[in-house]
């Protein structure tokens, strides 16, 4: 089974502070994947990253593509309660069949 | 971008019975994904979805509890049989390539 790691598992902070969420696995992807998930809804894509060493910059939010394409992080600047939700990275296999492995999740709680 | 439709969206269900979850894709996909995400977890994929083929089910999940069909580029069903209150979890469908996903069908088994 091939797992990603995502850490920390719960993250509550107030807004304004910065966070950075780990993403974190043993096997290579084509490329990685960040999304956002909100209670009663499915998961939004935030970010897709493919070369390794990639950095990727969405407001406040900067994701970063490990050399190695097995890991990723996503970094928030001065987090706003809107910010609240679970965070999901994907890494995406291509190899054989074509399938998305999602990692364990963070579950951010930004208090205003 | 793809817009994916979920019926229903949510559903009580008597242990024992079997439901079945459609998914409706607003343009032709060619791999459609369905997952699973038990309460406060993460997304496990439960199986691939070609059009004119088997599906493809991922380890810990088969064929005669959770059958898939594929009747075309744009729809899908998955059906959970013969449920149990371990079953409750929402199921979620996405296409490939661009990783949409509908709103998911929150499934609660009593």
């Known amino acids: 089974t091939q797992l990603l790691e995502q850490s920390p598992q719960f993250l509550s902070i107030q807004e304004g502070e910065n966070l950075t969420v780990y993403c974190n696995s043993s096997?290579?992807?084509?490329?990685l994947q960040w999304y956002r998930q909100e209670p009663g809804e499915g998961p939004v894509l935030l970010v897709t990253?493919?070369?390794?060493?990639e950095v990727k910059k969405l407001k406040r939010l900067t994701f970063q593509f490990g050399d190695a394409r097995k890991d990723s992080s996503l970094h928030i600047t001065a987090a706003q309660p809107g910010d609240t939700g679970l965070y999901l990275c994907a890494g995406v296999k291509t190899s054989g069949t074509y399938k998305y492995i999602f990692g364990t999740g963070t579950r951010l709680k930004v208090l205003a | 971008s793809a817009v994916i439709s979920q019926k229903p969206s949510r559903d009580i269900c008597q242990r024992g019975t079997s439901l079945t979850i459609q998914c409706q894709v607003d343009s032709q996909v060619t791999m459609m994904f369905w997952y699973r995400q038990q309460p406060g977890q993460s997304l496990t994929l439960i199986a691939t979805a070609n059009q004119g083929s088997e599906a493809t089910y991922e380890s810990g999940f088969v064929i005669d509890k959770f059958p898939i069909s594929r009747p075309n580029l744009t729809f899908s069903t998955l059906t959970v049989s013969n449920m149990s209150p371990e079953d409750s979890s929402i199921y979620l469908c996405s296409v490939a390539s661009e990783a949409f996903f509908g709103q998911g069908t929150r499934l609660t088994v009593v």
């Open positions: 096997s290579v992807f084509s490329s």
């Open positions: 990253v493919v070369t390794g060493g």
